[in-house]
């Protein structure tokens, strides 16, 4: 496939992925629950989550200009968009590292107490936490510019789709280990989380 044609997938994927989040974070604002949770029987993805794939969206998008060539215009936006990810699903990561309540869990949308799979309401799972940082650190190479550039995205797509990936089997097959719950531990990931990061991985695959 000549480079033309993966840019414009990844360009696509990350449209759908920016679009998706918008959905959810719509089904938060308005309680609209099929778009919080595919199943009600499953766990729903988290407003900073929704959040997130929104910047990771717009992220991966001017990764590719970037790559095109736009380097200046796409620059201003990804240092921003990888800014907020890192801070915002770093400062989680860390809660749930260490244990204590941040305060952005219900910062701006109050998640039910009793949520399906749910550990700590209002905060994602920490496998979601990572694939998060790695989309940031993504975008931070990116702006950086290193040598072979291309590998180390493909590389970090690979994680995140594999991420993924795994927690689809885990759904299809239940059983909750391989979506990444732990009772007590650690949330589950929502179904439409998994598939967002498979798309995003694609994304970068293409690149």
Not at 82 to 93: E, N, Q
Not at 181 to 196: D, Q, R
């Amino acid at each position: 496939m000549i480079p033309e044609k993966k840019y414009k997938i990844a360009k696509f994927l990350s449209l759908v992925v920016l679009a998706a989040g918008v959905l959810v974070i719509i089904g938060w604002v308005f309680d609209i629950g099929i778009l919080k949770s595919i199943s009600l029987s499953w766990i729903s993805m988290k407003f900073a989550t929704a959040i997130a794939f929104v910047l990771s969206g717009v992220t991966l998008y001017f990764i590719v200009r970037a790559l095109e060539g736009e380097f200046d215009k796409a620059q201003v936006v990804i240092s921003i968009t990888s800014l907020i990810i890192i801070l915002l699903m770093g400062t989680l990561f860390l809660s749930a590292i260490l244990g204590v309540h941040t305060g952005i869990e219900d910062l701006f949308i109050k998640d039910a107490p009793d949520g399906t799979k749910s550990v700590v309401p209002g905060r994602p799972s920490v496998p979601t936490m990572f694939n998060f940082m790695l989309i940031g650190a993504a975008g931070i190479l990116t702006i950086m510019n290193p040598r072979r550039l291309q590998p180390k995205l493909m590389i970090i797509g690979l994680i995140i789709s594999a991420i993924g990936a795994v927690a689809i089997v885990g759904y299809c097959i239940d059983v909750p280990l391989l979506y990444y719950y732990i009772e007590g531990a650690n949330s589950a990931i929502a179904f439409h989380t998994v598939a967002l990061f498979v798309l995003l991985g694609i994304g970068l695959l293409c690149l």
